[in-house]
C-alpha cells in the first residue's frame, strides 16, 4: 500500500529528479561530529545515509521518507535519524546554495509512515538568524478515505514541483565544491567513519549499522538491473533468471523471493559464460567497504581454512566493485527450508562454524556479525564464513572499539551495554549464541558442544583457539585408535564426522572457568 502513494515518484521522475530506494546509497557523505574525543581533529566523522525512499534535485535530497520497521517505540531510531540527516541537509542548502541563501527559504520535506497505518509530514527549515532546524508536522490517517486523498496529492503537488523548478546545475556544482573540501581536509586530517576508528587493513574500520547488508547505489529498479547484467556480461557473467518456487520438506511452497540471499538487492545469483555448469554469487561491493581487502588478505594466509568463503573473481565497473563468490545455500535456509537434512549435521556445521572463527581470531581479525544468514555450507555440509563488511584487525583479544556493530538478537550483551568493548570476545558470544540456537532448532543434546557454546557465551570466555586445539588432539586420538582396531572390531557408524563424536564424548573435557 504504501508503494502505491509514492508511485509518482517512481515512474519517470523527469527533469532533474532523481529517485533512490532503500537498497541505494545517497550521492555522497555527511559529517557528524563526536564531542569528547581527543585530539580535537579526530571528532568529524564521516556517515553514508541511506533512506527507504529518496527523492533528490540536481543532486539535492528534497523529499526523505522512512517507513517504521519498529512498533511500540513514541521515537524510533529510523525515525530520529531522518530528522538529523534532514537538519544537516537544510543547514548545508541555507548556507551554500545561492538560491536558498539571500532569504533560507529551503525546505525539506520528510515522511515517516507507521506500522499503525498512519504518515507523519514534516516540513523542516530554518528561521531567519537562528541556526536551529525547526519543523512542522501534519498527520494523515491512510485508513481514512480523505486523509488518503490529501496524502497523495501533496505528494503529486511535490513532484509537479521539483519537475518545474528547472535547476542550472549550480546545487550540482556547489556539493561538489564541499566534497572537494572534505576530500582535501580528509587527507590532512584522515576521517573514521561515524562507528568505528582505524585500522591496518586499507586503512578504515568497517561501516557499521544493524543491517549490515552491505546495500549500494543502483539508480532505480529497472535500470539498476540492466546496468548490473551489462557489466557482470561484460567479464565473462551471466544473471541467471529468478529461481523458481520450490515445495520444502513438509510440503510447504518456499517462495523464491523467501529465501534469504534473494531478499538481498545488492546479490545476483551469475554462471560464467565459458562453463554455465559454474555457478556464483555476485556481489556489490560498496565504496566504505573493505570486505575485498580481507578476502583477498585471507587469501594469503597458510594454510588456508576450509571454513572461511573463497574469492573467486573480483573487478571493478563504472558503478561499483563485484566480488565473484562460490554459490552456496545459507545455513538459516536450510533451518527453516529443509530442517531433517540439516538436523543430522548440525554437529559439523557447528564446529566448522567454531574452527572458522577460531582461523580468523588466530589472525586477529573480527568479523563482527556472526549469524545465521551470514554462515553457508557446501554439499558436503562443510560450513564457510561469509560477508566480511564490518570485519575489522585488531592486534589482541584486548584491543577495544567503540560503536554499536552486528545484528540484533546476535550481538554480544557489552556491546550494547558498553561504550567500548572486544570484537574479539563480541565474535566468541555470538559464536556461542549460533551453536546454542542450532542445537535448540534441530532438538539436538550434544553436551560438549552445549558446554562450549556456554562458555562462549559466558562473561569471562575463553579463547576460541583453545577448544579448537583440544578438538585437533580428539581428533589425532581418533585416528590412532582408526589405525590401531583389528578389521573384527570395526563398526559401522553414521556418515557425520564418522570416529569424531565418539572419541569427543571419551576425551573432550571443557576446562572450568
Known sequence: MNAIFFYCFAVQPGGTTTVLTNDEWWPFSLITKCKGIQPVHEQLRRYRPRSDLLVLQSSLPRLLVEVNSKPKKEWPEDLIRMLLQGAAIVRFANKFLDKFMEDESFVLFAI?????????????????????????????????SVDRAKFARQLYNLRYVLNREGETGDTKKAINQLKNKIDQYDKVHPMKSFHGTKDTVGNKRRRV??????????????????????????????????????????????????????????????????????????????????????LKLLNTFQPKSEHIISLHDSFQTQSTWWAILPEMDSVADYVWFAPRRFDAKVAQVCWGLINGVAYLHKFCIA???????????????????????????????????????????????????????????????????????????????????????????????????????????????????????????????????????????????????
Not at 132 to 141: H, I, N, R, W
Not at 253 to 261: D, E, G, T
Not at 388 to 403: K, L, S
Open 112 to 144: 515517516y509512515v507507521w506500522d499503525h497505518g498512519e504518515a507523519t509530514r514534516y516540513s523542516l527549515f530554518q528561521q531567519s538568524n537562528n541556526s536551529e532546524v525547526c519543523y512542522k508536522t501534519a498527520t494523515y490517517q491512510l485508513d481514512n
Open 367 to 513: 568479523h563482527r556479525d556472526i549469524k545465521p544468514e551470514n554462515l553457508v555450507i557446501d554439499r558436503d555440509f562443510c560450513l564457510k564464513i561469509i560477508d566480511f563488511d564490518v570485519a575489522m584487525e585488531v592486534n589482541d583479544e584486548n584491543e577495544v572499539v567503540e560503536g554499536q556493530c552486528g545484528t540484533e538478537g546476535w550481538m554480544a550483551p557489552e556491546i550494547e551495554e558498553k561504550s567500548m568493548y572486544s570484537p574479539i570476545k563480541a565474535d566468541r558470544w555470538s559464536t556461542g549464541r549460533v551453536v546454542l540456537y542450532l542445537l535448540n532448532q534441530s532438538r539436538k543434546e550434544d553436551p560438549v558442544l552445549r558446554t562450549t557454546a556456554r562458555k562462549l557465551t559466558a562473561h569471562q570466555r575463553s579463547s576460541m583457539l583453545q577448544f579448537v586445539a583440544s578438538l585437533s588432539d580428539v581428533a589425532n586420538v581418533a585416528v590412532e585408535k582408526k589405525a590401531s582396531r583389528s578389521p573384527q572390531d570395526t563398526v559401522e557408524v553414521d556418515g557425520e564426522n564418522a570416529e569424531l563424536p565418539r572419541a569427543k564424548r571419551q576425551k573432550l573435557s571443557v576446562p572450568d572457568m
Open 209 to 294: 549499522q544493524s543491517d549490515v547488508d552491505g546495500r549500494v547505489a543502483g539508480g532505480g529498479a529497472r535500470g539498476a538491473d540492466a546496468r548490473n547484467c551489462a557489466e557482470l556480461r561484460a567479464h565473462g557473467y551471466e544473471v541467471k533468471p529468478p529461481p523458481e518456487d520450490i515445495v520444502d520438506e513438509k510440503g510447504g511452497v518456499m517462495k523464491a523471493h523467501s529465501r534469504s540471499k534473494m531478499m538481498l538487492p545488492h546479490i545476483l545469483s551469475v554462471y560464467e559464460r565459458s562453463d554455465p555448469s559454474k555457478r556464483f554469487i555476485a556481489k556489490k561491493v560498496h565504496e566504505q567497504s573493505n570486505e575485498l581487502e580481507f
